[in-house]
């Protein structure tokens, strides 16, 4: 913390980056393709997907509806505290996601490193979300005290 100004100088990385419309557009109209690829996979019969892909839907399905309703409310409102503090949310979700993909693994491959590489990216994904989550909790902590 700079004793001359009570900030904490050393975070640079916690401060915002300015959030710009196309952004949240882009991520909406992301989000609906990825809504429409993943409710069709059993569709598609794609090989490697199982089954036991539709235990999983609904909370992919509940984590792209979430991102989709989130960007939607930051074109019109995103101081970056409701940011972050929606961020949190998302990740919430977006680790429970990896969690049950990981449990129920409703995949099968022929190589068995493929399963294995798909598990570890899987558990790096986990990792990575509560890392994030970490980021965004102290953004909305610290961030209104960082030059």
């Known amino acids: 913390m700079d004793n001359e100004t009570g900030k904490f100088s050393g975070l640079k990385f916690l401060k915002e980056k300015e959030a710009k419309r196309s952004d949240f557009i882009v991520a909406i109209i992301v989000n609906i ?9 059993l569709n598609w019969h794609i090989s490697f997907i199982t089954p036991s ?3 999983v839907l609904w909370i992919i399905n509940l984590s792209i509806e979430a991102n ?8 019109f ?3 970056g505290w409701f940011r972050s503090s929606v961020q949190i949310i998302l990740n919430i979700i977006g680790f429970y996601v990896a969690y049950l993909l990981y449990t129920v693994f409703p995949f099968t491959f022929s190589n068995i490193n493929y399963t294995y590489g798909l598990q570890i990216l899987l558990i790096i994904a986990m990792i990575g979300i509560v890392i994030a989550t970490v980021v965004e909790i102290l953004k ?3 961030g209104r005290r960082i030059d």
Do not use: E, G, R, S
């Open 77 to 79: 409102y995103n101081p």
């Open 68 to 75: 989709i309703l989130a960007n939607l409310i930051f074109l």
């Open 33 to 41: 393709i990825f809504f429409y690829i993943v409710n069709n996979l």
């Open 140 to 142: 909305l902590t610290l």
């Open 53 to 55: 892909f539709q235990d």
